[in-house]
Structures are given as structure tokens and as C-alpha cells.
């Protein structure tokens, strides 16, 4: 059993850091070691005594399991009565992950129903870093939502509900989810972390949320949910003062929202994740933020991460980067045009980390030396089917210099030129970086 070798290794280290701690280099010492060694032999017929697990310390048997799978923890538990005790020790229980999976729309592993039910049974009281694995099938979702409903005796400090296909939570009558999800809110007040994207949570379930955590919530994270509205924002950000970090989708964004966050009695954001994503092409409306709301937020917040995903078509970026934007760290996963990182470059001095997924046929060369001129704290940035000429882009290394934490740059967007191949480009880069640099073979973002 893999459990064992895992023991033996914790054992041995415990043994060696106690004995480091007496005086080495003693002969009397030495002799005493083997002397013991051999006390563990049998005199008769010469064969080494096994170690007697079942006496093992408990902190030792704790620090193995909290390595182990929840399934080979449950078999080590059957080995006897101490590992049995160890299994249901509370601190065992505080972090823990739901896998809802089912054969016939996944291959992962799921948590086995019966297990589910005595972690229901014994540990409900002791979970307070939970999360559900949930695949993309409907009978998974209302399996975790089941589990929600029973743990009335929870305390929970975080919670999140991930999906790792397509949002099966979606799937769900609304109802359903609400109720199982209000039996959290209601018996924690204590939540401080919590990730709710792409579920039907809704304003009202949102009251009950701040109503009951609103003095611990630091951590918001609720993308994709089409049923909350802005209104039911603001009643985060006015009664949740602690709140340090909040991820939503950009139509819940508003000047009233920006406001109410830079309120002297709101404490000040560390992140703010925003993403801007578009369906059908033509069919969605964005509305632009005044100058003067993202001015009072900085202000309030001056060491803000403001970070951006576009999921948008072309035609759609017009109410953006028309003037300052203090957005941070920039993502675009769909193509943008050159007129659009064009803007980037000139109302974007927060700038941190650009990643651009696509732009065309047309090389970058003016604008990313326009980027470097003016984004001064730009220190990471990732191209993928771009084009840029070699000569440009030695040019925006050498403006940006060493600060180019991270640079991912596929070959394929280098364009060779009459100053620089791909063979001399990567050591005249080196150079101005200060480290070893090649180009991507394959995006690192």
C-alpha cells in the first residue's frame, strides 16, 4: 500500500530529526545505536521485527492522510483501531473537496456515495473549507446541491462550486439551487470566501448571504450568474465593509457600483476581476463607465488589482478604452484589432500584464512600442497568432527592459527583417533582458 511507504518516509524523518538533536560524532553513541538495532532482531532465528504501525504516533498517521486520496484514507482506516481513530479526528475534516462525477460524462473519480454520507453524519460540524467538483451532467449538480441542503450544522469559512465542463449548476431548477444554497448561508456567519460563477444565485439569496456573513464575506466570486442584478451588487458592496476581492460579470458593473465602493466606510478592494463577454455577435449592448467613477474607486483604492477579460467580436469594443481605464492586468481571448490596442497603449498607464490571444494579419510594431512608452509598469505580456517584426520587438524589450518578468511570445509571430532572424533574435532579446530567452513554441498563459 502506497499509504505505507508514505508512513515509512514520515517515520524515518521524525526518527532522523531526533536523533540529530543529540551530540553526533560519539562512539558510545554509535555503539548504543547498534546495540538497539540489533535488540530489534529475533535471537533465535535472525529475522527483523516489523515496526508496530498500530503504536505509531497519531500526529504522524494525521500528516499522512492529509496526503493521501479519500479513498485509499478510507481504506488505511480499516488497518486498525488507532488509524480508525485518526480518521475521523476534526482537523482531518476542515478542508475537503466534493468529487460529483458521473461514468457515463466523465472519467475523474467520484467521491463514493457512502463516504458522502458519513461525512454528513459524523463531520458536518467540522467542514470549513469545501468545495464540489461537479462534471457538466444535471444529476451531479443536484448532488452537490443535496449535499448543501444537510449541512445544517456547518460552519463553512469558504465554499466554491466549480464546474468543469459547461455550468451544470445552470441546469438546475432555480429554486432548487436557492434553497440548498440558503441552508449554507443561513447556518455558517462565517463566510469569508465564496465562489458561486455560472449558478442561478439571485438577489434575494444574496440578502440572506449578507445578512448573515456580512462582517467575515472578503471574497466574492460570481461571473456568469444571469439572475442577480446590479441592484443586488450594490447590497454587497454597501453592507459587507471586509470585502477584499469581487469577480463579476461586466453588466453588473455601474457607476453607482464604483461609488458605493469607494466609500470612505468601505474598506479598500485588492482585487477587482471584470469579465466583459459577448455571445451573439452584435446582439449585446455594452454601457461605458464615466471617467470620474473609475477616478473615486482608484482614489479609494490606490494599490487595486483591476483585472479584465474580453470575450468580445471586433464591432463590439467601441464604449471601451476611450479614455483612462485603470485597468491592471488585460486579457483578450478573442481577436482585437490594432485600433483597439492602439487605445490600449494610450489610456492604459496601470498596466501590468497584456495577453493577446489574436489580433490578424496586420503586425503590432507601432503599437506595442506605443504600450512601452506608456504603460511604465508593464512587466508581463503573452502573444499568440499575432504578428510582430523582429526589429519592433527588440525595440519594446529594450524600452521595457528587465522589469519583462514574463514574456511568452510564439515564434510564429515573429516576422523576420533586414536587422533580425529568428536565429540572432532570441540572443539580442537575452541581452536586454538580462536572462536567457526563446521564443514559445506554445502559449504559457
Same mark, same amino acid.
Given at each position: 500500500?502506497?499509504?505505507? *511507504? ?7 524523518? *521524525? ?46 498517521? @494525521?500528516?499522512?492522510?492529509?496526503? /493521501? ?18 480518521? !475521523? ?78 455550468? %451544470? ?35 434575494? %439569496? ?10 467575515? /464575506? ?33 453588466? /453588473? @458593473?455601474?457607476?453607482?457600483? /464604483? +461609488? ?26 455594452? !454601457? ?62 496601470? +498596466? ?14 507601432? #503599437? ?7 504603460? *511604465? ?34 515564434? #510564429? ?33
Amino acid at each position: 500500500m502506497d499509504c505505507l *511507504k508514505i508512513i515509512i518516509t514520515i517515520y524515518r524523518m *521524525k526518527r532522523g530529526r531526533k536523533s540529530n538533536g543529540a551530540t553526533s560524532g560519539s562512539r558510545e553513541e554509535t555503539a548504543d545505536e547498534e546495540s538497539k538495532r540489533h535488540k530489534m532482531t529475533d535471537g533465535q532465528h535472525g529475522a527483523v521485527r516489523r515496526p508496530d504501525w498500530a503504536n505509531l504516533l497519531q500526529d504522524i498517521i @494525521l500528516q499522512v492522510f492529509q496526503y /493521501l486520496p479519500l479513498l485509499d484514507r478510507a481504506h488505511a482506516s480499516q488497518v486498525c483501531r488507532s488509524w480508525n481513530q485518526v480518521f !475521523h479526528m476534526p482537523d482531518l475534516w476542515r478542508c475537503f473537496e466534493f468529487e460529483l462525477n458521473q461514468p457515463a460524462t466523465s472519467y475523474l473519480r467520484a467521491t463514493h456515495p457512502e463516504l458522502i454520507k458519513q461525512i454528513i453524519k459524523r463531520h458536518s460540524n467540522h467542514l470549513q473549507y469545501v468545495s464540489f467538483k461537479v462534471d457538466s451532467s444535471k444529476e451531479s449538480a443536484e448532488a452537490a446541491c443535496d449535499i448543501l441542503s444537510q449541512l445544517v450544522n456547518c460552519s463553512l469559512k469558504t465554499l466554491g462550486l466549480i464546474s468543469t465542463a459547461r455550468p %451544470s449548476f445552470m441546469d438546475l431548477p432555480k429554486s432548487h439551487f436557492i434553497s440548498a444554497l440558503t441552508v449554507v448561508f443561513v447556518n455558517s456567519k462565517s463566510l469569508s470566501s465564496l465562489k458561486i460563477d455560472d449558478t442561478p444565485v439571485d438577489d434575494p %439569496s444574496l440578502k440572506v448571504l449578507v445578512a448573515n456573513n456580512s462582517d467575515t /464575506l472578503k471574497l466574492l466570486k460570481m461571473s456568469s450568474c444571469p439572475h442577480v442584478s446590479p441592484a443586488g451588487i450594490l447590497c454587497v458592496a454597501d453592507q459587507c465593509h471586509g470585502l477584499r476581492e469581487l469577480a463579476l460579470n461586466y453588466h /453588473l @458593473l455601474s457607476d453607482e457600483l /464604483l +461609488l458605493a465602493l469607494s466609500s470612505e466606510k468601505h474598506v479598500r478592494l485588492e482585487h477587482l476581476r471584470i469579465d466583459v463577454v459577448s455571445e451573439n455577435p452584435g446582439q449585446t449592448q455594452f !454601457h461605458a463607465i464615466q471617467k470620474s467613477s473609475w477616478d473615486a474607486f482608484i482614489k479609494h483604492s490606490p494599490k487595486v488589482n483591476l483585472v479584465m477579460y474580453f470575450f468580445l467580436y471586433e464591432e463590439e469594443f467601441d464604449p471601451f478604452f476611450r479614455y483612462e481605464t485603470p485597468v491592471t492586468h488585460l486579457y483578450f481571448g478573442r481577436s482585437v484589432s490594432k485600433d483597439v490596442l492602439g487605445r490600449v497603449g494610450m489610456t492604459c498607464p496601470r +498596466l501590468v500584464e497584456l495577453v493577446v490571444c489574436a489580433n490578424g494579419l496586420r503586425p503590432l510594431d507601432e #503599437e506595442l512600442i506605443r504600450i512601452a512608452e506608456r504603460c *511604465k509598469q508593464l512587466s508581463a505580456i503573452g502573444l499568440g497568432e499575432c504578428e510582430v517584426s523582429c526589429s519592433a520587438f527588440v525595440e519594446f524589450v529594450k524600452m521595457c527592459g528587465g522589469r519583462l518578468s514574463q514574456l511568452s511570445i510564439m515564434e #510564429e509571430v515573429l516576422i523576420p527583417d533586414q536587422k533580425y532572424s529568428l536565429e540572432q533574435i532570441h540572443w539580442e532579446v537575452s541581452k536586454h533582458l538580462g536572462r536567457v530567452w526563446f521564443p514559445d513554441m506554445m502559449p504559457t498563459w
